[in-house]
Every structure is written in C-alpha cells, then in structure tokens.
C-alpha cells in the first residue's frame, strides 16, 4: 500500500507565505507523478500543481500560476508546494495524490492514492 501524509497547514495572511509538504511511503515514490489538489467548502475538488516523475516538468492550474511551486525530492519520498501571496480564494483543504502514471496529470481522476488533506486558511 502507499501512504500519504500532508503537514504544513495552517492560517496565514494574504501576502504571506506558506509550504505545504507531503511525506510518502514506498520505494516506487520516484516512478510516478503527484499532484496537488484543494478543495473549498462548497465547491468540487480542483486541481492546483503537478510534477512528473522525475521532477523536469510540472504544470500549474491557472488561478496559482506564479505564486505556487511545486518540487519534489525523490530521495527523501516528499512533494512539495511553495504558496507565495496566498489569496482568500485559496483557503481550501489541500491534498497530496499520486498518479497512477509518470508524467504530469491535472485530471482528477488520474491519481490512484490521495492524503488525508492539510487545512489552509488565508486570510484577509
């Protein structure tokens, strides 16, 4: 089985900063993508930043291009998301996934294990 574990939550200003980590369990960490997720009260699970296996690519959802980073050390088995100039708009539950392939996935339904989340509240 594999296990993710988010940590790095917690309430932060707008403007602020704040680095959400995920820790993963399994020796197969480095031969899959992962991806971020969020999900607001009332609103659907949206993507937000993935990685590909290896870490060369990733891809970002429009609404965090240019404040959020995603990396991932593959020695360590963690993922990583850098939120600079975090919004109201973003304050969701984030979770880490992993997807069943290596390259970089921004459908949903392409991640086959998903965290417990990590509550992040911006605010004003």
């Known amino acids: 089985q594999v296990q993710l574990v988010e940590s790095g939550g917690g309430l932060v200003q707008a403007g602020g900063s704040l680095r959400l980590s995920c820790a993963a369990s399994?020796?197969?960490?480095?031969?899959?993508?992962m991806g971020w997720f969020r999900q607001a009260p009332g609103k659907e699970r949206e993507f937000v930043a993935t990685?590909?296996?290896?870490?060369?690519?990733?891809y970002y959802a429009d609404s965090v291009k240019g404040r959020f980073t995603i990396s991932r050390d593959n020695a360590k088995n963690t993922v990583n998301l850098q939120m600079n100039s975090p919004k109201p708009e973003d304050t969701a539950v984030y979770y880490c996934?992993?997807?069943?392939?290596?390259?970089?996935?921004?459908?949903?339904?392409?991640?086959?294990?998903w965290g417990q989340g990590t509550q992040v509240t911006v605010s004003s």
């Open positions: 996934a992993r997807s069943s392939a290596s390259y970089w996935s921004n459908i949903l339904g392409q991640y086959d294990y």
């Open positions: 399994g020796r197969t960490f480095s031969n899959y993508a």
């Open positions: 990685i590909s296996a290896s870490g060369a690519s990733t």
